[in-house]
């Protein structure tokens, strides 16, 4: 029987990025997919009639454009099309809108506050340093810090290196910055309720934090470092849904010889002598690897496909108290037309964008103290686009795919399973919020898809239905990711690597966890590199 | 005529008082100007009723620095040492920690909490030499900070690969995770979160609520202690070493301005119009009042003022000290149980709980409670026979939302003494007087801004390198001849005398330097 080099488990981003760089290297690879279809979490699926959904994630900007230039990805087919606004409706009928013009966010900054259109200035520069300086890490493996090997006293001395050339001030604001809470930081900045909760929801995004969580600054950041075509910060939609990337990916994984099987959910990975075998499928096939990678997230990896016994005693313990947890649900609507928002004027640009319906910082809090309860929160905060607006090519001629993320939504309902009457009241929730903005939303809906933490785990496999494979807090980060010792994607099992977003540089729709983990097993197989690793933007 | 010294204190608080002290021993002119009637701070002995007193402030030491006792070359009197926290049950099945033991829990929980404690230990040991040293700073290059920064790298690597891991996962989480995480009993659990909240704005899920245990723990390894004739004796025992070593203390003296002449700190101006002169003004204000107030913002680099401004210190302790005509009777306690520690947190979720109304204004409505009943252990404090309790009680927020009118105290007011009832039914009867003191009654009382305990939260944007704030962690202020040495200077809070004791040195050395 066949031996291939390596086989990838998980056809999500991060899976068919490390195939098609193991792949581009020469490597004989094999990407095994349990759904009949592939992305994983980036994915377009046709549930209703001639609509496209985007089914988990639904906006893309942290795809490193390294990885897109190294994978020739337009020539597979991915088109990234920037977006504009961004609204926040308020419960007096105001709004308070995001543009991309700086002058027109100025003047709209001003119409709350003068105090906070100056204070915006220098938010953008601090927070843009900030990124700067995360960005430079994200194609990096960390440095173990207790190890004493040159590589790792190298790479630390580089992260030392960046940090001290920022000079003393900028030093202690990076440590200010990494620890605070959301809603902390943007208090020193401004005074405006609503301005404040429109920006804190970048803070709380998948995560199972609240805006007064420490830490949850730094989450921030971690939606504000993806850029379009060189814009840093900017979002935009693939052109055909989500599943355009995982498709584009999977394309250049093809091209460079790769072989996808899909409905080849994996059942174990096999060892054998403390070692990797290859991978036992669930309808009873084995396939033989040297090597094999998973992009599942370690839960899954570990808890799931192996056994305790593979694996050391502290390993597994970390593991099991892995923090993952769902906190997030999602709706996808299909509408028979655009519906109106009336505090808008029609056609606003912001109807192109991100659209909430939380106007304050308590109200962000409290939706966070609903989860803690174990219940969804009951006045959630909707992260709302309707991707057809920009990208027709998701609906019919004149209906509209509308996407909605949910935060917070638990994996269980009071520690038990959720029931069917549950999800739909849930449903509900999110449906009553937009229609109290939207007076005619509620009648052009034709379908609702909806999706707690449970769909999500069955559909995609992420743990808990957490997005972004485990809590970005600090004591789950950079060399802390997945687990201390094992943050530089070699699992401790000869072998066997992890390359999802579990692995630093975490989640989102970023390719970067896939892309270094392939650069380690390149390293280990001396191999040459076939990974990007410096910016040439910054 | 206006007085000279060689060094004016602003505030006779136990920081000050040690700082005073310190720098009269090394030759020193010093002025002492306390507001109040007492010297001390917040951590002073008053009566609140006929007969019965009690620490108003700080009520338990956790952190006395041994090398404060030993430079001052005094000794505090304790009524109690190395107390347990007994944790209440309201069916009578309490448990009992001291250090790592705990009893009353199952085998598992008590071998994880030996492991717990361990671990905890040898982390805060890390911290511990930092508490009596002034932070470094970063990257401005000074021989002695790159050496200081070096000895904490060089203790964390030395740890080993396990320790060092455990180490750098753990600083940042929070106390929920870890707790749940080990142990199963549930007031175990509560007791612990307890322990790396109080006098903070964190609940138990927070992020940072390990190294607010942690920094507990560094004093003096979790020792809680009980000093003879209350908190007020220790600062007696301070003012006086003081005064022997020859530094003037006044009270009553409030000061309104810190004169500022040629960009220099030169004098103060009090209430009553008295001017006093010197080169040197420390000031043991927290740092709020001291820019803000005292000094005025003019005389500040706009950044630093912006940054002074939004140091977070928004109190959420409140007190709560009851005359009582007798013991009440807590199901499963003993008459010398009360002489320890009393912990009501029921479990992890309950201190959480208790957080939440804070974040919105609102006091807990089933609030968390440390308290004791040092009467027992100290006849001094109430007539024969009869008893006090002082209780320290989370979460009551400074800013109010419904403001703190005689409505809201007396609604906390009775959502302690139901939470009490709970556990001592007979409580309400005993009740001879009672005064509650909020944050705002601390910030009154005590001139704290805030009401904050340890003059601004201890986290880790607050911590270390920037306590109080970014570039100004060395006890100098931005304002030559200026400096700070309460608890709002690093290594923050508790009756420690650190911050005093360092900003001695800490001025002394500049002295040396210049």
């Known amino acids: 029987m066949k031996t291939y080099d390596a086989i990838v488990v998980g056809a999500g981003h991060n899976g068919l990025t490390n195939a098609a760089f193991l792949a581009k290297a020469g490597l004989d690879v094999l990407c095994v997919e349990k759904n009949d279809y592939i992305g994983g979490a980036a994915v377009s699926r046709n549930l209703y009639k001639d609509w496209i959904y985007s089914n988990c994630s639904y906006v893309c900007s942290l795809l490193r454009p390294e990885i897109f230039r190294a994978l020739e990805l337009h020539r597979h087919g991915l088109q990234v099309t920037p977006y504009g606004g961004g609204v926040t409706f308020m419960e007096n009928g105001d709004y308070f809108g995001t543009y991309w013009d700086s002058e027109v966010a100025h003047r709209e900054y001003a119409r709350f506050s003068k105090h906070d259109a100056d204070a915006s200035v220098r938010y953008s520069a601090d927070v843009m340093r900030q990124c700067r300086f995360i960005r430079d890490s994200l194609l990096r493996t960390p440095p173990d810090p207790t190890s004493f090997k040159p590589k790792d006293l190298a790479e630390l001395m580089h992260l030392g290196k960046q940090f001290y050339e920022m000079g003393e001030d900028r030093m202690y604001e990076t440590i200010r910055f990494w620890t605070m809470s959301v809603a902390e930081y943007l208090d020193e900045y401004f005074e405006t309720d609503v301005i404040k909760a429109s920006m804190s929801g970048s803070g709380i995004i998948g995560t199972a934090l609240g805006i007064h969580s420490p830490g949850t600054a730094y989450v921030l950041l971690h939606h504000y470092m993806g850029e379009v075509d060189g814009n840093v910060g900017s979002w935009g939609y693939a052109r055909g849904g989500m599943g355009a990337v995982s498709k584009a990916i999977a394309g250049a994984f093809q091209a460079y010889g790769g072989e996808l099987r899909t409905d080849a959910g994996v059942e174990k990975i096999v060892t054998r002598d403390g070692k990797v075998k290859g991978v036992a499928l669930t309808n009873g096939d084995e396939i033989d690897a040297n090597i094999v990678v998973s992009g599942m997230d370690v839960k899954r990896t570990f808890l799931k496909c192996m056994d305790e016994s593979d694996l050391p005693k502290a390993f597994y313990r970390r593991v099991k108290n892995f923090k993952i947890r769902g906190s997030s649900g999602k709706l996808n609507i299909a509408l028979d037309g655009m519906p109106t928002f009336p505090a808008l004027p029609k056609g606003s640009p912001l109807l192109d964008g991100d659209m909430h319906f939380i106007d304050s910082m308590e109200r962000m809090e409290r939706a966070y103290d609903d989860w803690k309860e174990g219940t969804w929160s009951k006045d959630p905060y909707v992260d709302m686009v309707i991707p057809t607006v920009t990208d027709p090519t998701m609906a019919p001629p004149g209906k509209h795919f509308m996407s909605c993320f949910v935060q917070y939504c638990p994996p269980k309902v009071e520690g038990r399973e959720w029931t069917d009457a549950e999800r739909d009241e849930f449903g509900k929730t999110v449906i009553d919020q937009i229609g109290d903005y939207s007076p005619d939303f509620k009648d052009l809906i034709l379908h609702v898809e909806i999706r707690t933490p449970k769909e999500i785990e069955n559909e995609a496999g992420l743990t808990e239905g957490n997005i972004f494979h485990g809590e970005l807090t600090m004591d789950q980060l950079l060399f802390n990711r997945p687990v201390p010792g094992y943050a530089q994607y070699r699992a401790p099992v000869g072998g066997l690597y992890m390359c999802g977003s579990s692995t630093h540089p975490g989640g989102g729709v970023m390719a970067a966890p896939g892309a270094n983990a392939a650069r380690e097993i390149l390293l280990d197989l001396k191999r040459q590199n076939t990974v990007p690793e410096n910016f040439g933007d910054d | 005529m206006t007085e000279q010294f060689d060094v004016i204190m602003v505030g006779g608080g136990h920081n000050g008082l040690v700082c005073a002290n310190l720098l009269a021993k090394a030759g020193k002119s010093v002025l002492v100007l306390e507001a109040n009637e007492q010297a001390g701070g917040a951590a002073v002995t008053q009566s609140f009723a006929d007969g019965y007193s009690v620490s108003s402030g700080a009520h338990l030491l956790y952190g006395l620095q041994p090398q404060v006792e030993r430079d001052l070359g005094l000794k505090v009197r304790l009524a109690a040492d190395n107390m347990s926290t007994i944790a209440l049950s309201d069916d009578g099945k309490h448990i009992r920690i001291k250090g790592s033991s705990v009893q009353g829990v199952g085998d598992n929980d008590q071998a994880e909490m030996r492991d717990f404690h361990k671990q905890m230990l040898k982390f805060s040991s890390l911290l511990r030499p930092f508490l009596n040293k002034t932070p470094p700073r970063l990257g401005a290059g000074g021989r002695e900070d790159l050496a200081t920064l070096a000895q904490l790298g060089l203790k964390v690597r030395l740890l080993g690969k396990t320790d060092m891991r455990d180490f750098l996962r753990l600083i940042g989480m929070n106390i929920y995770d870890e707790v749940e995480e080990r142990f199963s009993n549930p007031l175990l659990k509560g007791a612990i979160s307890l322990d790396a909240v109080l006098g903070t704005h964190l609940g138990p899920r927070s992020p940072n609520t390990i190294l607010t245990l942690l920094y507990r723990l560094a004093a003096t390894g979790g020792r809680i202690a009980s000093p003879a004739g209350g908190m007020g004796a220790v600062t007696k025992t301070l003012a006086d070493s003081a005064q022997k070593q020859g530094v003037d203390i006044r009270t009553s003296k409030r000061v309104k301005q810190i004169i ?242 360092n900003a001695a040195r800490a001025i002394l050395a500049t002295e040396k330097g210049s």
Request: overall charge negative.
């Open chain 2, 260 to 501: 500022v002449d040629n960009g220099r700190a030169t004098g103060v101006r009090t209430e009553d119009d008295d001017v006093f002169m010197s080169m040197t003004v420390v000031s043991n204000a927290d740092p709020k009042r001291t820019i803000m107030d005292l000094v005025g913002t003019r005389h500040v680099e706009t950044g630093f003022a912006r940054r002074i401004h939004h140091l977070r210190m928004r109190g959420n302790a409140a007190k709560l000290h009851l005359a009582l005509d007798g013991l009440p009777a807590i199901k499963g306690l003993d008459k010398k149980d009360f002489a320890e520690r009393l912990v009501i947190a029921p479990d992890a979720d309950y201190v959480e709980r208790a957080f939440n109304p804070a974040k919105y204004g609102e006091t807990s409505p089933n609030p968390v409670v440390e308290m004791t009943f040092p009467s027992l252990r100290d006849t001094s404090l109430a007539p024969a026979g009869k008893h006090v309790m002082s209780a320290v009680v989370q979460y009551a927020p400074y800013e109010l939302k419904a403001g703190w009118d005689d409505a809201a105290r007396a609604r906390f007011e009775d959502a302690i003494m139901d939470t009490l009832a709970r556990y001592a039914p007979d409580l309400k009867g005993r009740v001879v007087a009672s005064e509650l003191l909020t944050p705002p009654d601390f910030e009154q009382r005590f001139g704290m801004g805030g009401g904050h305990w340890h003059h601004g939260e201890l986290t880790f944007d607050q911590f270390l390198f920037v306590r109080p704030v970014a570039g100004a962690a060395q006890y100098a202020m931005p304002l030559d001849g200026l400096y700070l040495c309460g608890a709002g200077a690093h290594p923050g809070g508790n009756v420690s005398g650190a911050a005093g004791r």
